[in-house]
């Protein structure tokens, strides 16, 4: 009787014990907060925010970098293969550390960081919080130690908080207030508002951004634009009729690929008087997308998946500052302003002509730096499906490389009638160079 008294309240003890420890936590939740769906329901709210709050695609860009490395660095100090980003971006000083020999969940420091950073540098707060209150509540349904938790939260918020106060210092804040575009009417050279909405000129002064990885703007150069001439024999004239040719004797599947990397957060419709906007996903949301649809296919755990995130933003980051410096160097008039001039009045691209300078497009330069960065990332050939515009109506598109689609992107450019085909060339060429010299120049692992 003793006997069996002793092993009821011996099991009665470890029931007790075995449930005190669940709900003051375990070590189960090690396993489930290394979930790498988190980070990518985080990048991809990021994403549909932008959208709704249309920014453009360069401050896109922004937002995408300061969030992802945000992320990158509340993370690694779990991974201590992983180096930080300090001092190899430009600006970025030394991040807080962990407290020595504390427990910390590190996915859920590197979500807060992520959250945190995104809400600071977008307009609708509100949704961002709902989706941290949604991973939040994940998090705490692991059965995570109290004390883990909030010291995970606090640590992720002073790297957010870190991030945050070096973003302060790109100056973004004085282009809000810089003066708009000059449009000179005189120079026929130069780019010119275009129809339907004839629209300023988008972030005329993006080349004063500091940059993320390259030392400066014009570190590395696009080739330079075809010199403007109104000569029927000229170069630059032989380029804008191939593209007024081209619109003309379109196929369907020239016009479905325009309409798929069309990727124009500004679009308007015009029919009558009636004019309509649609909200679309950036240039930079698209490859950010694609590089969610990689990391799934190759089940890349969350630090590999956080690694990734950060590489392409970075990559379009630079990308569209050495971009955007060509387009406002350059000036140049678009294929739109000289067909309707010199051509066909009436003429107007399959697409709509985008509110900023012609040379180089900036579609063919950031899709393929950030197709660079996911070739050395995950290697060539690598076969994925793009589902990113089925929420526009479109049919997913099946690619053997991201530099399939990075090629195809540029070449939309000149079916839809809004760019030189030597622009989406330059472009092309321009993005590797630049995805290039950021995979060679950051150390991301300690040797």
């Known amino acids: 009787m003793k006997k069996v008294l002793l092993i009821l309240i011996t099991g009665f003890s470890l029931v007790t014990f075995w449930m005190s420890a669940c709900r003051s936590g375990s070590d189960a939740y090690k396993t489930q907060a290394e979930n790498p769906e988190l980070m990518h329901r985080g990048m991809r709210r990021i994403t549909d925010i932008m959208r709704h709050d249309i920014f453009s695609p360069p401050v896109a860009s922004r937002i995408y970098a300061y969030s992802s490395v945000a992320a990158y660095e509340a993370l690694i100090p779990g991974y201590p293969e992983y180096k930080s980003m300090a001092g190899q971006l430009n600006g970025l000083t030394e991040c807080p550390k962990p407290e020595t020999g504390q427990e910390y969940c590190y996915p859920l420091a590197s979500v807060t960081a992520l959250m945190k950073v995104g809400k600071h540098l977008i307009f609708s707060e509100s949704s961002m919080e709902d989706l941290q209150e949604t991973i939040f509540k994940e998090f705490d349904d692991m059965n995570m130690p109290a004390g883990v938790h909030d010291r995970s939260v606090k640590f992720g918020e002073a790297i957010a908080?870190?991030?945050?106060?070096?973003?302060?210092?790109?100056?973004?804040?004085?282009?809000?207030?810089?003066?708009?575009?000059?449009?000179?009417?005189?120079?026929?050279?130069?780019?010119?508002?275009?129809?339907?909405?004839?629209?300023?000129?988008?972030?005329?002064?993006?080349?004063?951004?500091?940059?993320?990885?390259?030392?400066?703007?014009?570190?590395?150069?696009?080739?330079?634009?075809?010199?403007?001439?109104?000569?029927?024999?000229?170069?630059?004239?032989?380029?804008?009729?191939?593209?007024?040719?081209?619109?003309?004797?379109?196929?369907?599947?020239?016009?479905?690929?325009?309409?798929?990397?069309?990727?124009?957060?500004?679009?308007?419709?015009?029919?009558?008087?009636?004019?309509?906007?649609?909200?679309?996903?950036?240039?930079?949301?698209?490859?950010?997308?694609?590089?969610?649809?990689?990391?799934?296919?190759?089940?890349?755990?969350?630090?590999?998946?956080?690694?990734?995130?950060?590489?392409?933003?970075?990559?379009?980051?630079?990308?569209?500052?050495?971009?955007?410096?060509?387009?406002?160097?350059?000036?140049?008039?678009?294929?739109?302003?000289?067909?309707?001039?010199?051509?066909?009045?009436?003429?107007?691209?399959?697409?709509?002509?985008?509110?900023?300078?012609?040379?180089?497009?900036?579609?063919?330069?950031?899709?393929?730096?950030?197709?660079?960065?996911?070739?050395?990332?995950?290697?060539?050939?690598?076969?994925?499906?793009?589902?990113?515009?089925?929420?526009?109506?479109?049919?997913?598109?099946?690619?053997?490389?991201?530099?399939?689609?990075?090629?195809?992107?540029?070449?939309?450019?000149?079916?839809?009638?809004?760019h030189y085909r030597h622009a989406n060339e330059g472009g092309r060429l321009n993005g590797r160079e630049i995805g290039n010299y950021i995979w060679n120049t950051l150390e991301l692992k300690t040797k």
Request: glycine share 4%.
């Open 161 to 418: 908080d870190h991030i945050i106060k070096w973003s302060k210092s790109d100056h973004y804040s004085e282009t809000r207030s810089a003066p708009k575009y000059t449009i000179d009417l005189k120079d026929r050279a130069r780019w010119v508002p275009t129809p339907p909405q004839y629209s300023d000129a988008v972030e005329p002064h993006w080349k004063t951004i500091r940059t993320w990885v390259l030392d400066s703007a014009r570190q590395i150069k696009p080739i330079p634009h075809l010199p403007y001439s109104e000569d029927p024999k000229s170069e630059f004239l032989k380029a804008v009729k191939e593209v007024y040719e081209v619109s003309k004797t379109l196929t369907d599947v020239e016009k479905e690929t325009a309409l798929y990397w069309d990727c124009n957060p500004f679009e308007v419709s015009v029919t009558g008087h009636l004019m309509v906007a649609t909200k679309k996903i950036s240039p930079g949301g698209h490859w950010i997308n694609i590089t969610g649809h990689a990391c799934r296919i190759k089940n890349a755990p969350v630090v590999k998946a956080t690694e990734t995130y950060m590489l392409v933003s970075l990559a379009l980051a630079d990308a569209f500052i050495s971009c955007w410096t060509e387009k406002f160097t350059s000036q140049l008039v678009r294929p739109e302003t000289v067909i309707n001039r010199l051509i066909d009045p009436e003429w107007h691209p399959f697409i709509e002509t985008p509110p900023f300078p012609e040379h180089t497009s900036g579609h063919a330069t950031i899709s393929a730096a950030a197709a660079t960065i996911l070739t050395k990332q995950f290697g060539e050939p690598f076969e994925f499906r793009d589902s990113t515009e089925m929420e526009f109506g479109l049919p997913p598109r099946s690619f053997k490389s991201f530099y399939e689609a990075s090629d195809q992107s540029a070449m939309s450019r000149l079916w839809g009638g809004i």
